[in-house]
């Protein structure tokens, strides 16, 4: 079992930053990737940024290429989500994803564990 438990929602206004946080705890070993994925009021849960525990392998949607970085400390188990210039669309929830694999996907089918989700708001 793998626990992970995401921080640094909140509400920002357009043009902000905010920086999310998902520490894995338990069965992680060393070979993962971890991803982010958000989901708006009324629409499906879509990738956002993901990456690997090993290899220098990162991927991001078009929407936040650009505007989010994605990175990781892995003698924490944690990956994080900096996310700058917010736009009113940025508004989720956004969840935190874990995978026993060092590739990286973009599929929400293919992680294994995911986080209880943190609530980004971006409103003036």
């Known amino acids: 079992q793998v626990q992970l438990v995401e921080s640094g929602g909140g509400l920002v206004q357009p043009g902000g930053s905010l920086r999310l946080s998902c520490a894995a705890s338990g069965r992680t070993f060393s070979d993962y990737s971890m991803g982010w994925f958000r989901q708006a009021p009324g629409k499906e849960r879509e990738f956002v940024a993901a990456?690997?525990?090993?290899?220098?392998?990162?991927y991001y949607a078009s929407s936040v290429k650009g505007r989010f970085t994605i990175s990781r400390d892995n003698a924490k188990n944690t990956v994080y989500l900096q996310m700058n210039s917010l736009k009113p669309e940025d508004t989720a929830v956004y969840y935190c994803?874990?995978?026993?694999?060092?590739?990286?996907?973009?599929?929400?089918?293919?992680?294994?564990?995911w986080g209880q989700g943190t609530q980004v708001t971006v409103s003036s």
């Open positions: 994803a874990f995978r026993y694999s060092i590739v990286v996907v973009t599929t929400s089918d293919d992680y294994d564990y």
């Open positions: 990456i690997s525990s090993v290899i220098s392998s990162t």
